[in-house]
């Protein structure tokens, strides 16, 4: 009977036991699942609030129509035109309206060309995107490699060198950078060119391709022209510069702060005091730990990359988002610069998203 109620008893705490890093299994993976699914609807309030807040400032001028074209129709043609774009109901009425049609796909028509704003974002947000990744990969080729090289000459010449460029380069306005570099590259040099997406030869090429996807590189690829390609690189060199390098100033002390501090970590002494040399132990052990918050910060810079490729888009005439919004904006054309803000908010709420489940990945100190 002892052995039978030991084992009676005992059983229970073997099975809770052996249970208990099951539970603890689940429980992680729960903290990814949660975790993905709470960033992700997170996303929806962000969106909301921006494009509320777009909404209501843009009507503090009053209706759109009558703040593009005002003055420039007869009071009666005026009159109707805003009639017929509903634009005298009341405002909670205009704005539930403008919410129901962004869920249904539709961003309203621009009151200066007559054009859907849908149609808008599909042709010109390709060409802001294309923008954006090839400043990404500027500011990251740029930053992080030069970031590993201040940390490891720490308080010495090449490190002061690195941090005054890293403050140059992020304090200098994007349009200025791009203007100067149109000067020394395209004016003085004459080794690049001095605006545009790509020559007009290539641009009537490309248009030649079925179904094209609007980004220029990929379509002078497909295309399977050494020349366009070629050209379409060339013409995005100097847009790609100005504005990663905005960011790569970031990436640069950011870099240096992380690996600095990584760099006199517990585990780093440890391989120190086993002889490992300091060139290695800056590569191995404190370079991928220094990431993670890079990684974090890439979704923010996204956001900077976009504000500054309306500026950059205008320099280059690179015929984006940016080159539009600023058409737009001199032409009070309110309903367009609402579809472009409200896309962008997508893209950068989106990018977070993705940017927060890597980082969870990476790290699972992240989802708790």
Same mark, same amino acid.
């Given at each position: 009977m002892t052995t039978t109620t030991s084992e009676l008893t005992d059983s229970p705490a073997q099975d809770e036991g052996a249970g208990a890093p099951v539970t603890r299994r689940r429980r992680r993976g729960g903290g990814l699942g949660r975790y993905i699914v709470v960033r992700f609807l997170l996303i929806i309030p962000t969106i909301f609030i921006l494009v509320t807040t777009v909404f209501f400032l843009m009507r503090t001028t009053g209706d759109p129509i009558t703040a593009a074209l005002g003055g +420039? #129709?007869?009071? @009666?043609?005026?009159?109707? +035109? *805003?009639? @017929?774009?509903?634009? @005298? +109901?009341? /405002? %909670?009425?205009?704005?539930?309206?403008?919410l129901g049609g962004i869920v249904h796909g539709d961003f309203g028509t621009t009151i200066s060309d007559r054009r859907p704003v849908l149609d808008v974002l599909k042709t010109f947000g390709t060409a802001t995107l294309e923008l954006t990744v090839y400043a990404l990969i500027v500011a990251l080729i740029v930053g992080i490699p030069l970031g590993m090289v201040a940390a490891y000459f720490r308080d010495r010449a090449p490190d002061a060198v690195l941090r005054v460029f890293a403050i140059l380069f992020y304090a200098t306005p994007v349009f200025f950078l791009g203007l100067l %570099?149109?000067? *020394?590259?395209? *004016?003085?040099? !004459?080794?690049?060119?001095?605006?545009? &997406?790509?020559?007009?030869?290539? $641009?009537? $090429?490309?248009?030649?391709?079925?179904?094209?996807?609007?980004?220029? #590189?990929? !379509?002078?690829?497909?295309?399977?022209?050494?020349?366009?390609?070629?050209?379409? /690189?060339?013409?995005?060199?100097?847009?790609?510069?100005?504005?990663? /390098? /905005?960011?790569?100033?970031?990436? #640069? &002390?950011? *870099? &240096?702060?992380?690996?600095?501090?990584?760099h006199g970590a517990g585990y780093v002494e440890a391989a120190r005091s086993r002889g490992v040399g300091e060139y290695r132990l800056l590569r191995k052990h404190a370079y991928r730990p220094a990431l993670i918050p890079i990684i974090t910060v890439i979704g923010l810079q996204v956001a900077i990359l976009l504000v500054g490729a309306v500026l950059t888009e205008t320099t280059f005439e690179w015929k984006g988002l940016g080159f539009q919004l600023t058409k737009y904006l001199q032409a009070r054309d309110f309903v367009a610069v609402q579809g472009i803000v409200a896309l962008l908010a997508v893209i950068v709420a989106v990018t977070n998203f993705i940017v927060d489940i890597i980082a969870a990945l990476i790290d699972p100190r992240v989802r708790y």
């Amino acid at each position: 009977m002892t052995t039978t109620t030991s084992e009676l008893t005992d059983s229970p705490a073997q099975d809770e036991g052996a249970g208990a890093p099951v539970t603890r299994r689940r429980r992680r993976g729960g903290g990814l699942g949660r975790y993905i699914v709470v960033r992700f609807l997170l996303i929806i309030p962000t969106i909301f609030i921006l494009v509320t807040t777009v909404f209501f400032l843009m009507r503090t001028t009053g209706d759109p129509i009558t703040a593009a074209l005002g003055g +420039r #129709l007869p009071p @009666d043609q005026l009159a109707q +035109r *805003v009639h @017929d774009a509903g634009y @005298d +109901r009341p /405002l %909670f009425v205009q704005y539930f309206d403008y919410l129901g049609g962004i869920v249904h796909g539709d961003f309203g028509t621009t009151i200066s060309d007559r054009r859907p704003v849908l149609d808008v974002l599909k042709t010109f947000g390709t060409a802001t995107l294309e923008l954006t990744v090839y400043a990404l990969i500027v500011a990251l080729i740029v930053g992080i490699p030069l970031g590993m090289v201040a940390a490891y000459f720490r308080d010495r010449a090449p490190d002061a060198v690195l941090r005054v460029f890293a403050i140059l380069f992020y304090a200098t306005p994007v349009f200025f950078l791009g203007l100067l %570099f149109k000067l *020394v590259f395209s *004016v003085w040099l !004459d080794w690049l060119p001095v605006a545009g &997406r790509a020559s007009t030869g290539t $641009e009537i $090429e490309l248009s030649t391709l079925p179904h094209p996807s609007g980004f220029y #590189l990929i !379509d002078a690829i497909r295309l399977g022209d050494p020349a366009a390609v070629q050209d379409v /690189l060339q013409h995005a060199i100097l847009p790609s510069l100005a504005l990663g /390098l /905005l960011t790569a100033g970031i990436f #640069l &002390r950011l *870099v &240096r702060t992380n690996v600095i501090g990584t760099h006199g970590a517990g585990y780093v002494e440890a391989a120190r005091s086993r002889g490992v040399g300091e060139y290695r132990l800056l590569r191995k052990h404190a370079y991928r730990p220094a990431l993670i918050p890079i990684i974090t910060v890439i979704g923010l810079q996204v956001a900077i990359l976009l504000v500054g490729a309306v500026l950059t888009e205008t320099t280059f005439e690179w015929k984006g988002l940016g080159f539009q919004l600023t058409k737009y904006l001199q032409a009070r054309d309110f309903v367009a610069v609402q579809g472009i803000v409200a896309l962008l908010a997508v893209i950068v709420a989106v990018t977070n998203f993705i940017v927060d489940i890597i980082a969870a990945l990476i790290d699972p100190r992240v989802r708790y």
